[in-house]
């Protein structure tokens, strides 16, 4: 494992939303763990007059509390600073240079320099071009790296991701750029190779020969929780299935790669990504569904809005060793559960009517299960259906690092694997973007569904035509007192 080394990081929308929630709760968790590296230091970019204690009470806040947390606090106020600048002025960011030049100076070495822009996309174009300045971008691979850590979204359609590709290709090395997609980041996503690949019981089954269709789901039980700008111009198909849940798809059905590194597994990554089909746009009315919540136009305070709050989708996959197996995905929000998970149904083309089922749950209670079939104990002769599983909760590695944690830590190694590339991002822009033209037209149907609900009717309707259901409401996976879901 890679030596971290003497890094400082600089944080672009230190008081927004994904900061508080995510971001600095995980430099929390990080620094309590000892996973720090000597030395690591913050400077936290704001323009509101905020103050090195204004960004402890956040992460006191969105924390749990023992004993220890006044101690980690005060280890984190130590590394941390504020800088105070607008960051849509280029003229100021001579005040991070000199920020960052003055650590080092204070340090008495070179440091390496981790930007993370959790920032809206419409300030990319100053910000990224900004940075890309030789004042601040200064980039000696084995002396002193600068690396860029970029949320999603990657564009808004495909001309719009090429376009925000060229500018970085124009400002950094393609080693500096590190595309955030923290569900790759998940422990159990992170499982889904190794569970494949290390497991000879899977190795010759995991084909079209052995598996009839492959199920995605991503659902939420909360709204858009105030998050309206940002939602309505998204919607739930460029939100998730555009992004996280296609890089789940891959993880399921790329080719074995060469060798765990991280050229290999982009490699295979990027050629599945590139052999997924999306309906033919004859069929999109009948192979997608796109949904609004009853609330959401009074939620958002836009009685016109065509923004879907639920989607789904049914995919192809044009490779010999996926051909003629179907892909369901849905995502959605205001729903009776959250819930991420992918299941594999693996069938007997003698016996139809007899599956096993392997779920792998992303969220909440991760966890990996396979459904068997057993003879009845006792003198019956009949048979039942029994789950064998392994859940990380209560298990010797539940106490496992969160996404972002995993996020800062791969970041400061300089490892890109959990990282979405270039092909990676325009193929699922290619994917989805045929479907997002399609529901532009005013014809469209929009499928309104309850709050709490499991989505719309039409999407039962999508996969009961090929005589299967939504899987999620047969597991009780890792789900405790080990409760049925039900729609």
């Keep these: 494992m890679k030596k971290l080394d003497h890094t400082v990081l600089v944080i672009f929308g230190s008081t927004g939303d994904l900061a508080r929630r995510k971001l600095l709760p995980a430099l929390f968790h990080l620094e309590k763990a000892g996973e720090l590296p000597e030395g690591f230091r913050v400077i936290a970019v704001s323009r509101r007059g905020t103050t090195v204690e204004d960004i402890i009470l956040l992460i006191r806040t969105h924390v749990l509390k023992s004993k220890d947390d006044e101690q980690i606090l005060t280890a984190l106020h130590d590394r941390t600073s504020v800088l105070d600048m607008e960051i849509d002025k280029p003229e100021q960011y001579t ?127 909360i709204g858009i929780e105030g998050r309206t700008a940002f939602y309505d111009s998204m919607g739930a198909m460029r939100d998730l299935i555009q992004s996280h849940l296609l890089q789940l798809l891959a993880l399921v059905t790329m080719k074995k790669p060469a060798s765990m590194t991280e050229a290999d597994i982009h490699r295979e990554k990027e050629a599945i990504l590139s052999r997924i089909r999306p309906p033919k746009p004859e069929n999109i009315s009948e192979e997608t569904v796109r949904g609004q919540y009853r609330t959401y136009r009074t939620e958002t305070g836009k009685p016109d809005s065509m923004t879907e709050t639920f989607a789904a989708i049914r995919l192809s996959i044009d490779d010999e060793n996926w051909q003629g197996v179907p892909v369901f995905i849905r995502t959605g929000k205001a729903l009776a559960e959250k819930i991420t998970e992918v299941t594999i149904v693996f069938s007997d083309p003698c016996k139809p009517d007899r599956n096993n089922l392997l779920t792998i749950r992303i969220q909440p209670n991760e966890g990996i299960a396979i459904d068997l079939r057993i003879k009845k104990p006792g003198f019956d002769t009949g048979f039942e259906d029994v789950q064998l599983d392994f859940c990380y909760t209560g298990s010797t590695i539940a106490d496992h690092p969160e996404a972002y944690e995993r996020v800062l830590v791969d970041a400061m190694r300089g490892d890109r694997t959990l990282f979405a590339s270039d092909a990676e991002v325009l193929s699922c822009w290619e994917i989805t973007e045929p479907v997002l033209e399609a529901w532009k037209k005013p014809n469209f149907p929009m499928h309104w569904y309850e709050l709490g609900s499991w989505g719309p009717q039409a999407a039962e309707q999508l996969v009961q035509k090929e005589g ?15 409760k049925k879901l039900s729609h």
């Excluded at 790296?145 to 979204?153: A, G, V």
């Excluded at 290390?198 to 659902?219: D, R, V």
């Excluded at 299967?468 to 080990?482: E, F």
């Design 95 to 221: 005040r991070l240079a000199s920020a960052l030049e003055n650590l080092e100076v204070d340090a008495g070495h070179l440091m390496n320099h981790l930007f993370y822009l959790a920032i809206p996309a419409l300030l990319f174009d100053t910000v990224i071009n900004r940075l890309g300045q030789p004042d601040i971008n200064v980039h000696k691979p084995g002396k002193q790296e600068s690396r860029f850590l970029i949320e999603k979204p990657f564009g808004f359609s495909l001309e719009s991701a090429k376009n925000l590709i060229t500018m970085l290709g124009k400002c950094f090395e393609p080693s500096q750029i590190y595309r955030i997609d923290h569900y790759l980041a998940k422990e159990t996503a992170q499982n889904i190779l190794a569970f494949r690949f290390e497991n000879p019981l899977f190795c010759g089954a995991w084909n079209k020969e052995h598996i009839s269709h492959i199920m995605i789901t991503a659902i939420e039980s």
């Design 468 to 482: 299967i259901v939504w899987l999620t409401d047969a597991h009780t996976l890792c789900t405790p007192p080990h």
